[in-house]
């Protein structure tokens, strides 16, 4: 027979498999948790938006919007009556970032209205063709926070805080805070005029891509990764001098506010962001291990983007983590994680026909009760079945044999410490249901114990 050709995932997309699974679990849970004590909010936006939306706000010059965007004609697709002949309606794109959207969202949902600040958090996959390597890939994800209306510093301080204790809460101590400001409106002009004449003295040893950042926005040649441009960018007038007085005393006292809160932070003054929309605050985030390549999170100001959108006149703070590459970090480090956070309460363990019949019918009663449970149908022997209940880390398991099954009896074995009791088959529902509750009610009460003896 002819070898059938298999399909394989596409280059730089993944599959995330339950053991990796636990890492994201524990990573996204612990983004959330602290988040949200925050006061921050979920929100959902759309994967697919109209390509001159991400061209708009993030730039059309940028990397992320200028190569790396999977874009494509939606006019050409299906049978739909969506047909639109305007080519900028029909374009659409795969978000590669998630503030373009959450600002078309804010615009578009009457947010400006909201009582201020409005703080959100939104995560989920985004989409860069960029060239996969360790720790950058095709399909991402992000753990994205953005905060509006409201422009005083303390919001940057605070938001950047929070970035510190998720990161310290997440078991990376090691990372750094690099931070900047690249001023406003008011001043932006006179440091891209510096900033040309003085990179246009060089502009033959620059690479390509920065030739054409210099017409565009020679800010951003700062920011370049090329070998050959790094002497030439060494050598530059650092811009944070050059920034108007407003600017000056907005990021003095977010360093202030930082230095108040025990947040430490390294001033970088090449640090510019490879997305357009920013202003003053910019700031990234990276470990030992991670370098300038692969930075964990990123975020900044953005105070004009709303209002370049059409939408009135709002400023702007957020970040987003790299979800990716924290789990990359805290598996290439066997960080110790919180074993499974498996929530399986009770695990069925069967031996034979009627026993089966018996536990698939017990099993689907627990579950209306509220309880979890766990199963392992294929595997014929108890040994293998109690394997498997340790493994999702099951309270309980309820064990019936050929026996039980002629007897209408069930035997529960707590798995902490395999002390097992034969119940009734009618009792079991109750029993099992009140060992579960009391089980809990021990745990959650030894995990307040434990956070209190951390206080002392
Ligand atoms: P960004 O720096 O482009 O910022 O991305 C944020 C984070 O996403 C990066 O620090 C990195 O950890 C992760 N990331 C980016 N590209 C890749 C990739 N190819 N593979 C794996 N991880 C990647 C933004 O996207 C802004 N929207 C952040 C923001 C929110 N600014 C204000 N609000």
């Given at each position: 027979?002819p070898?059938i050709?298999?399909?394989?995932?596409?280059?730089?997309?993944?599959?995330?498999?339950?053991?990796?699974?636990?890492?994201w679990?524990?990573?996204?849970?612990?983004?959330?948790?602290?988040?949200?004590?925050?006061?921050?909010?979920?929100?959902?936006?759309?994967?697919?938006?109209?390509?001159?939306?991400?061209?708009?706000?993030?730039?059309e010059?940028?990397?992320?919007?200028?190569?790396?965007?999977?874009i494509f004609?939606?006019?050409?697709?299906?049978?739909?009556?969506?047909?639109?002949?305007?080519?900028?309606?029909?374009?659409?794109?795969?978000?590669?970032?998630?503030?373009?959207?959450?600002?078309?969202?804010?615009?578009?949902?009457g947010?400006q209205t909201?009582?201020?600040?409005?703080?959100?958090?939104?995560?989920g996959?985004?989409?860069?063709?960029?060239?996969?390597?360790?720790?950058?890939?095709?399909?991402?994800?992000?753990?994205n926070?953005?905060?509006?209306?409201?422009?005083?510093?303390?919001?940057?301080?605070?938001?950047?805080?929070?970035?510190?204790?998720?990161?310290?809460?997440?078991?990376?101590?090691?990372?750094?805070?690099?931070?900047n400001s690249i001023?406003?409106?008011?001043c932006?002009p006179?440091?891209?005029?510096l900033?040309?004449?003085?990179?246009?003295?060089?502009?033959?040893?620059?690479?390509?891509?920065?030739?054409?950042r210099?017409?565009?926005?020679?800010?951003?040649?700062l920011?370049?990764?090329?070998?050959?441009?790094?002497?030439?960018?060494?050598?530059?007038?650092?811009?944070?001098?050059?920034i108007?007085?407003?600017?000056?005393?907005h990021?003095?006292?977010?360093?202030?506010?930082?230095?108040?809160?025990?947040?430490?932070?390294?001033?970088?003054?090449?640090?510019?962001?490879g997305?357009?929309?920013?202003?003053?605050?910019v700031?990234?985030?990276?470990?030992e291990?991670s370098?300038?390549?692969?930075s964990?999170?990123?975020?900044?100001r953005?105070?004009?983007?709303?209002?370049?959108?059409?939408?009135?006149s709002t400023?702007a703070?957020?970040?987003?983590?790299?979800i990716?590459?924290?789990?990359?970090?805290?598996?290439?480090?066997?960080?110790?994680?919180?074993?499974?956070?498996?929530?399986?309460?009770?695990?069925?363990?069967?031996?034979?026909?009627e026993?089966?019949?018996?536990?698939?019918?017990?099993?689907?009663?627990?579950?209306?009760?509220?309880?979890?449970?766990?199963?392992?149908?294929?595997?014929?022997?108890?040994?293998?079945?109690?394997?498997?209940a340790?493994?999702?880390?099951?309270?309980?398991?309820?064990?019936?044999?050929?026996?039980?099954?002629?007897?209408?009896?069930a035997?529960?074995?707590?798995?902490?410490?395999?002390?097992?009791?034969?119940?009734?088959l009618?009792?079991?529902?109750k029993?099992?249901?009140?060992m579960v509750e009391?089980?809990?009610?021990?745990?959650?009460?030894?995990?307040?114990?434990?956070?209190l003896?951390?206080?002392?």
């Open positions: 027979m070898k050709q298999t399909i394989n995932r596409l280059k730089g997309f993944r599959d995330i498999l339950p053991e990796d699974w636990y890492y679990q524990f990573a996204i849970s612990t983004m959330e948790e602290l988040t949200l004590s925050a006061g921050f909010e979920r929100m959902e936006i759309p994967t697919l938006e109209k390509a001159d939306l991400y061209m708009r706000s993030v730039g010059e940028t990397d992320i919007v200028g190569k790396e965007m999977y004609d939606a006019s050409k697709m299906g049978g739909g009556k969506d047909k639109k002949k305007d080519k900028s309606e029909s374009l659409v794109a795969l978000r590669p970032e998630f503030t373009a959207g959450m600002v078309r969202a804010f615009i578009e949902n947010m909201w009582p201020k600040p409005i703080t959100l958090y939104t995560l996959r985004c989409y860069r063709h960029e060239n996969p390597q360790s720790g950058r890939y095709r399909e991402l994800s992000q753990f926070v953005e905060t509006f209306g409201e422009a005083d510093p303390a919001i940057d301080a605070n938001v950047i805080a929070l970035v510190w204790d998720i990161f310290r809460k997440l078991k990376i101590p090691d990372i750094e805070i690099h931070i001023g406003c409106n008011e932006r006179k440091i891209k005029k900033l040309t004449d003085h990179f246009k003295k060089k502009q033959t040893k620059l690479c390509e891509d920065c030739k054409k210099l017409k565009k926005n020679p800010l951003r040649i920011d370049c990764k090329n070998e050959k441009c790094q002497p030439i960018i060494a050598g530059t007038p650092v811009a944070v001098d050059y108007c007085e407003d600017c000056k005393k990021f003095m006292s977010v360093l202030e506010y930082l230095d108040e809160a025990g947040v430490p932070y390294n001033l970088s003054p090449n640090l510019v962001r997305l357009d929309y920013y202003n003053r605050t700031f990234e985030v990276t470990t291990e370098k300038r390549q692969n964990l999170a990123g975020g900044g953005y105070d004009y983007l709303i209002e370049s959108m059409g939408g009135e400023p703070f957020g970040f987003g983590i790299g990716d590459r924290v789990v990359d970090y805290l598996q290439n480090n066997s960080v110790k994680i919180p074993k499974s956070n498996s929530k399986v309460n009770i695990f069925m363990i069967q031996l034979g026909d026993a089966k019949k018996v536990a698939i019918k017990r099993t689907r009663e627990l579950r209306e009760l509220g309880l979890s449970t766990g199963m392992a149908i294929g595997k014929d022997t108890i040994k293998a079945q109690l394997k498997a340790d493994k999702v880390n099951a309270l309980f398991s309820i064990m019936i044999g050929q026996r039980e099954a002629v007897t209408n009896t035997i529960i074995r707590d798995m902490r410490d395999g002390v097992q009791e034969t119940v009734e009618e009792d079991l529902n029993r099992i249901y009140t009391e089980r809990i009610k021990e745990e959650e009460e030894y995990g307040k114990r434990s956070k003896k951390n206080l002392k």
